[in-house]
Nanobody, 116 residues
Framework: QVQLVESGGGLVQAGDSLRLSCAAS????????MGWFRQAPGQAREFVAS???????YYASFVKGRFTISRDNAKNTVYLQMNSLKPEDTAVYYC??????????WGQGTQVTVSS
């Protein structure tokens, strides 16, 4: 079992930056691939980025170099650095850990609102 707690969301203006953090419980954090998804009102949850156990990142195409995912296994934490934010980035951002059956573990989400 992995418990995930996100933080770092907030209200920013277009062009600003935010860094989301996700703290994980347990001593096996390093054995999980980690990811970020987001869900805007009335829309389906969508993949944003992931990082493998060895630190290899993967991004959704709409990220286009604006976001960076990283992990610190010593701190049991995964980060999402978001730069050049746009109003369309407004969503609840969820941290997730990949188990045997897929993205099995989810945090409660953190709201990101980007004003124009």
């Amino acid at each position: 079992q992995v418990q995930l707690v996100e933080s770092g969301g907030g209200l920013v203006q277009a062009g600003d930056s935010l860094r989301l953090s996700c703290a994980a419980s347990g001593r096996t954090f390093g054995s999980y691939a980690m990811g970020w998804f987001r869900q805007a009102p009335g829309q389906a949850r969508e993949f944003v980025a992931s990082v493998s156990t060895s630190g290899i990142p993967y991004y959704a195409s709409f990220v286009k170099g604006r976001f960076t995912i990283s992990r610190d296994n010593a701190k049991n934490t995964v980060y999402l650095q978001m730069n050049s934010l746009k109003p369309e980035d407004t969503a609840v951002y969820y941290c997730t850990a990949r188990g045997r059956l897929g993205w099995d573990y989810w945090g409660q989400g953190t709201q990101v609102t980007v004003s124009s």
